[in-house]
Every structure is written in structure tokens, then in C-alpha cells.
């Protein structure tokens, strides 16, 4: 009787240790399809965040086409997406279009049309205005790109360069900060601060050119220079014909009929012609040297076809010594001066 009951006790723990086994083999495999079920959805949901070679259209607040590509596209979370290679063509105004590029970009959020882009960034006009870069903001919506880092803009023969800058497409105004420098074809330009005005088209028919600061503008016939600032304004449609005005310590070298004139003024105006001066005004502690045979003083003067008549406290230096006169009109092919109103004569020893 009590070898029976050691016998059932024997397989009733042999039942129990197999059960064990059993349930200890199956929990394992349970854990085990578990990590992978867990593994594949995280797999799948990285997935879901991530795109390769995407076009997408949308639409600017004013209803205006916007097209995207992207090699890759990367949802960080629910408000910003990393876009890699994009290019995003817009609408700058209902008869011009504008590209950018950049290797990285992030939108600020889905609802908003504002871009960071860095990287080899690019923006290119319809009418070929380039402008390149490594940083940039883009609000499409309000057609405004700016950045802080150097920058280089061309447009046919025209380059500039600068440390910052600020294009507002809607205005057509492009705005160059710090160490601006740049060439029109054979002329240079330098400043502090440049503004560009367009009138119809980006990159064509500007209608206003204002430099800030220490500015000049050289060309082959003159050199206009000025600390305060350089205003330069189309007067036609055709461009043959500019205003130029400058202001604060002004200074302007330059040639005509083989004369040399050395200017310094407060305040200058110039009438341009296919980039010839025909007519120059200036006032305010005037003072013209030309060549090294004459100088003149006064408060006011202009400079028209052949004559420069100077009036106001007028002083004539030349060879026969200091004229003092209240108008002084020099023809500059003869050479010869009238005096209105002389005060006398200082000869030289």
C-alpha cells in the first residue's frame, strides 16, 4: 500500500515538472513573438515618417501654384518636416516665377509655408537673377527670403556680394547689409548698406539703386564717392538716362574732354547719359580742382556742356593768383574765366 502511494506521488511530480517545462517553453516563445511584433511596428512606423522622392503641389494664400520635390522627407514630429535636396517653385507675382534649392530644409509647421534652408541654397528668378548662399529663411507666403550668411548675387554681368541680406520678392527689392560690393558690367560698386529697386521684373528694369554709408561708384569716366549716401534713379524707360545724387562729404573724380575735375561737396546731383555725366550740381563747401592749373571755391556750382559757372563767396585760384568775385564762369575747352562782381585780385609773387 505505501509502495502505491510513493508511485502516484512520483508521476504526479513528474506531471507537474513537465507541465512546468511546458508553460516555461511557451512563455518564451510568447516573449519572443512579442519582441518581434513590437520590433515591426516600430519598423513600420519609421517607415510612415519617412518619404523618398515625393512631389507635392499646394497652394499660396493668394491661391497661387507651389510645387515640391524632395529626395526625402522626414517627419520630426507633428509640426515640422526635414526635407532633403528640395526644390520648390513659386509664384512671385501672377507673371513671374521664382526656384529654390537647398540640401536641408525644415518647415516650421504643416500649416505654415515658412522654411528654413541650409546648404548650397539657391534662388533663381525667371528672368535669371541668381542669388546663392548657405543659410536661409523662405516665408512663401509673403515672398520674403533673408539670411546672415555671405551672399552672392548675379544677373547677366552684374554680381554682388555681401555678409547679409533681405529679398523681398512681393516689393521686388532685394536689400545687401555689410561689405557690399559688387560690378555692373565694367563699373564697381561698394557700401555699407545697398538697396535694389525693380520695376517690372526681378533681375530687370530697376528703377532705383540706393548705397548707404561709405559708398562709391566707379566707372571708366568718374569716381563717385560718399559717407552718408548714393542715390542713383533711372529717368527713362530706355536706361540710357540716370540721376545720380549723393550726399555728406561727397567727393567726385572725373574726365571730360581730356580735363581732369577733382569736386568735393555737402551735396551732389548728377544727369547721366549712356553713362556719360552731362551736368553736375554742387553746394555746400564746394570746392573743384581742375587739373593741377586752377581751383575754385564758392557755395554753389554747375557743370553744363562746356561751362562751369560757380557762384557764391566764389575764390579763383590759377596763375594769376586769388580772385575774389561773387560768380565765376570757366569755359572748359578755352580755359578762359569770367568774373562777375570781383572783389579784387591777390596776386601771387
Not at 72 to 82: A, G, L, P, R, Y
Not at 185 to 213: C, N, Q, W
Not at 232 to 251: L, M
Request: net charge positive; glycine share 4%; with cysteine.
Amino acid at each position: 500500500m505505501l509502495n502505491r502511494k510513493w508511485k502516484i506521488r512520483a508521476i504526479s511530480f513528474l506531471f507537474v515538472g513537465a507541465a512546468g517545462f511546458i508553460f516555461w517553453k511557451v512563455g518564451r516563445s510568447v516573449f519572443a513573438v512579442t519582441k518581434v511584433i513590437h520590433e515591426r511596428e516600430e519598423s513600420e512606423i519609421s517607415e510612415k515618417n519617412e518619404f523618398t522622392d515625393i512631389v507635392y503641389t499646394s497652394f499660396d494664400e493668394n491661391s497661387n501654384k507651389i510645387t515640391l520635390k524632395s529626395s526625402k522627407v522626414k517627419e520630426k514630429n507633428n509640426e515640422t518636416f526635414d526635407f532633403d535636396n528640395m526644390v520648390t517653385t513659386f509664384n512671385i507675382s501672377p507673371e513671374e516665377t521664382a526656384t529654390i534649392f537647398a540640401d536641408e530644409s525644415r518647415f516650421v509647421s504643416k500649416e505654415s509655408k515658412q522654411c528654413e534652408m541650409n546648404g548650397n541654397v539657391k534662388l533663381f528668378t525667371e528672368e535669371g537673377l541668381l542669388l546663392e548662399t548657405e543659410k536661409s529663411f523662405v516665408d512663401i507666403d509673403k515672398k520674403i527670403a533673408r539670411g546672415d550668411t555671405d551672399i552672392k548675387i548675379t544677373q547677366d554681368d552684374t554680381k554682388f556680394f555681401a555678409k547679409k541680406y533681405q529679398f523681398d520678392m512681393g516689393k521686388k527689392i532685394v536689400t545687401l547689409i555689410k561689405d557690399v560690393k559688387g560690378n555692373i558690367s565694367d563699373d564697381s560698386v561698394t557700401a555699407d548698406k545697398l538697396v535694389v529697386e525693380f520695376d517690372k521684373v526681378i533681375g530687370k528694369d530697376f528703377k532705383r539703386v540706393h548705397a548707404f554709408g561709405n559708398s562709391s561708384y566707379k566707372t571708366n569716366q568718374y569716381n563717385l564717392r560718399a559717407t552718408k549716401d548714393i542715390i542713383y534713379t533711372k529717368k527713362d524707360t530706355s536706361h540710357t538716362k540716370q540721376y545720380t545724387e549723393a550726399n555728406g562729404n561727397v567727393n567726385l573724380d572725373f574726365k571730360k574732354d581730356k580735363r581732369s575735375y577733382f569736386v568735393t561737396s555737402d551735396h551732389m546731383t548728377m544727369d547721366i547719359q549712356n553713362n556719360i555725366v552731362e551736368k553736375v550740381i554742387a553746394q555746400n563747401n564746394l570746392k573743384i580742382k581742375i587739373d593741377d592749373t586752377t581751383s575754385i571755391k564758392g557755395d554753389r556750382g554747375v557743370l553744363e556742356n562746356d561751362f562751369l559757372t560757380v557762384t557764391g563767396n566764389t575764390v579763383i585760384f590759377n596763375e594769376k593768383g586769388k580772385i575774389l568775385c561773387k560768380k565765376a564762369i570757366l569755359n572748359t575747352k578755352t580755359n578762359d574765366i569770367k568774373v562777375y562782381d570781383s572783389k579784387g585780385i591777390i596776386k601771387r609773387n
